[in-house]
């Protein structure tokens, strides 16, 4: 998934002419606290609501102010792990994207974001959900594979994370079978550690109910 299919219409950019007043309003209507500043074509930044809430001349123009722009961008070409990466570190509601040239092609919003991660788990995909603990040392993603596949099963997405200060690891992996009892007892007589497990139904349920509740406190 790339950023250039993330891309939404539904928040236009200020341009430099706008006031900071007014960022403010389309920051309120919008459920964001970020907002592109655009030129021309040209992207000039990225006003942060932080930075201009309690500012002293509301009436004042953007280009005339003495606000601070933010310049994170990505390029649309760009994976949707680069952004999460980039959402993460700087704490953004929005990111603006730019092409090849350089110039703005629109934004992504964080709330368009994480109703994409489905997709990018097969977290719709029926299935069930195993997590392993292993050592770092230990992981090999073809015995994983070929432990699942040995079970007339696919893996549908794995991600990986490590533990801080230790050389442990946590697999999750989304597979194509309900029933995963015939792949826990492969696991076991593999000496892999089995941290949890969850069946489709219950990980789905749980999964949309959260998304739920987070798309409803963007929207507070």
């Known amino acids: 998934m790339l950023a250039g299919d993330l891309i939404t219409d539904e928040i236009p950019?200020?341009?430099?002419?706008?006031?900071?007043?007014?960022?403010?309003?389309?920051?309120?209507?919008?459920?964001?606290?970020?907002?592109?500043?655009?030129?021309?074509?040209?992207?000039?930044?990225?006003?942060?609501?932080?930075?201009?809430?309690?500012?002293?001349?509301?009436d004042e123009q953007i280009n005339a102010s003495k606000v601070l722009l933010l310049r994170p961008v990505i390029h649309y070409y760009q994976h949707a792990y680069d952004i999460l990466r980039l959402v993460s570190s700087m704490n953004l509601t929005l990111v603006p994207v730019i092409d090849e040239k350089e110039f703005y092609k629109g934004c992504i919003t964080i709330r368009g974001l994480i109703q994409n991660l489905g997709s990018m788990t097969a977290v719709q995909n029926p299935g069930g959900v195993i997590i392993l603990e292993l050592n770092q040392n230990d992981y090999s993603v073809t015995q994983i594979g070929g432990i699942i596949e040995s079970n007339d099963a696919k893996i549908l997405s794995l991600h990986v994370s490590s533990h801080p200060d230790s050389t442990k690891m946590e697999v999750t992996l989304k597979v194509n079978r309900e029933d995963l009892s015939g792949i826990l007892?492969?696991?076991?007589?593999?000496?892999?550690?089995?941290?949890?497990?969850?069946?489709?139904?219950?990980?789905?349920?749980?999964?949309?109910?959260?998304?739920?509740?987070?798309?409803?406190?963007?929207?507070?």
């Open 13 to 58: 950019p200020l341009k430099i002419t706008d006031t900071v007043e007014m960022a403010l309003d389309w920051m309120e209507q919008f459920k964001v606290s970020h907002l592109p500043v655009v030129k021309n074509r040209e992207l000039i930044g990225l006003v942060a609501e932080t930075d201009i809430i309690d500012y002293e001349h509301p």
């Open 185 to 220: 007892q492969t696991f076991n007589r593999y000496n892999y550690s089995v941290k949890a497990i969850f069946q489709a139904g219950n990980f789905n349920h749980d999964f949309d109910d959260r998304m739920k509740e987070f798309i409803h406190y963007l929207n507070i």
